[in-house]
């Protein structure tokens, strides 16, 4: 066999093999992207498309008691400007809920976090206690709180002798307060577990060369363990927020909303729409709180990438 014929016969060889290896490769490089469809079917079926519709449906004069339903184009958003004085409270008191409740579960979930993450006898028990609440129906516990801190309740009956007692979610100044402590009580195990974890995975050399340089208790936690979990601070800080700006069921099992509008929020605004009918209406008011919301977690979480990269 001549030279040039071996060299021919070595060509097809290699070619049936690379066609062969391109096959498994292409089959293999499929199947990868396969395990992704049950998980984008579930977010289009459940997300995407009520999305979708709830924005259609906030351009019609869509009604839970009318069958029948109209394109009314933007007439909805107008009626939103024109009953801005009830909107901008419920906006304000949207904002000053989540705002307390991420200060209170964060500070609170660090500052115990810090606590649980030393050895002492009896840790694991109270790591356990501060993450039971969390665990309970939001409902129930609402309820719980609402028999709880009422005016004739026993809370105010320990306060009364002190002269302390105050009608606590029947107050206009003090039931919007009362309800984010109840929150922030239930869900600050949450923010617990994520920043003891980010503790417990500091590199303990770190923490002993600190030590050897003669830095204290203090100056370990600011210049050490704060530095290194403070994406677990920021990315907590961040999804309270968020659930914040969407708090609704606890603060229907309180006070409704009540006193007054003192408690009203963006969210059971919406609900009482929907009671009276305006389905239309109502998706408007919620396509206007999904835009803040989307809107607010962008600018915090580009203000605390630029904070995390110059740190």
Not at 133 to 138: E, N, W
Not at 179 to 206: F, I, Y
């Amino acid at each position: 066999m001549s030279l040039a014929a071996i060299r021919r016969r070595e060509g097809r060889r290699r070619s049936r093999a690379g066609t062969a290896g391109a096959g498994r490769s292409g089959v293999i490089h499929t199947y990868r992207y396969a395990f992704l469809v049950p998980a984008v079917a579930i977010f289009t079926v459940f997300f995407l498309l009520p999305a979708f519709f709830g924005m259609y449906l906030s351009l019609t004069d869509a009604s839970t008691y009318v069958r029948d339903t109209h394109f009314v184009g933007l007439a909805n958003y107008r009626l939103m400007i024109g009953d801005g004085s009830v909107l901008w409270n419920a906006t304000k008191n949207q904002f000053l809920y989540a705002a307390c409740v991420t200060v209170g579960k964060t500070g609170l979930g660090v500052a115990i976090a810090f606590l649980l993450n030393r050895a002492f006898a009896g840790v694991k028990v109270l790591r356990v206690v501060v993450y039971l609440p969390i665990m309970f129906s939001t409902i129930v516990v609402g309820l719980l709180f609402g028999y709880i801190l009422k005016a004739d309740g026993p809370v105010n009956a320990l306060l009364e002798p002190f002269g302390l007692a105050q009608n606590w979610l029947g107050s206009f100044d003090l039931a919007l307060y009362s309800v984010t402590a109840v929150d922030t009580w239930m869900g600050v195990g949450w923010t617990v577990v994520l920043v003891l974890a980010a503790l417990q995975s500091v590199p303990r050399e770190l923490i002993e060369s600190a030590q050897l340089d003669g830095a204290g208790a203090w100056q370990t936690v600011r210049h050490i363990k704060i530095p290194c979990i403070r994406h677990a601070i920021n990315l907590a800080a961040l999804l309270t927020f968020i659930t914040g700006m969407k708090a609704f069921d606890m603060i229907y099992a309180t006070t409704g909303g009540g006193p007054g509008t003192a408690t009203e929020v963006l969210t059971s605004y919406v609900y009482k729409q929907l009671n009276t009918g305006a389905l239309g209406y109502a998706s408007a008011v919620n396509v206007v709180q999904f835009l803040v919301i989307t809107a607010v977690a962008l600018v915090i979480n580009r203000f605390v990438r630029r904070m995390e990269a110059t740190a």
